[in-house]
């Protein structure tokens, strides 16, 4: 149940119509090239991402598109376990109600 939640979330967004747009960079060249080498391989998985190539002033002057991958659903679905530093009110709080203390020597 959880499963199929986390899927419905992260796995409803399907590539734009940016990617529709550039696809013919991906189909020339890189595609065949890095599945040739076995660094990527075809997938229907529905943990897959958009993937598209960008291409601006820094990836044209090195003659290369750079690739992009959309985590931005992944992102959405995830929830940041956060554990804070305390913060002073939050210790005096803990203080206020404790009865012995103690204090150590670090130098020794």
């Known amino acids: 149940n959880f499963q199929n939640k986390i899927e419905k979330k992260i796995c409803s967004d399907l590539p734009n119509a940016l990617w529709k747009r550039k696809q013919h960079v991906v ?37 290369t598109p750079r690739l992009v991958i ?21 210790l005096l709080q803990k203080l206020h109600s404790a009865f012995i203390f103690s204090k150590f020597n670090m130098k020794s």
């Open 27 to 63: 189909d020339i060249f890189y595609d065949d090239n890095l599945e040739s080498k076995a660094l990527i391989q075809k997938s229907r998985s529905p943990w897959s991402y958009t993937t598209f190539y960008v291409n601006k002033n820094s990836e044209i002057e090195r003659g």
């Open 70 to 90: 959309n985590y931005k659903p992944f992102n959405k679905a995830l929830k940041w376990i956060r554990y804070p530093i305390p913060d002073k009110k939050d």
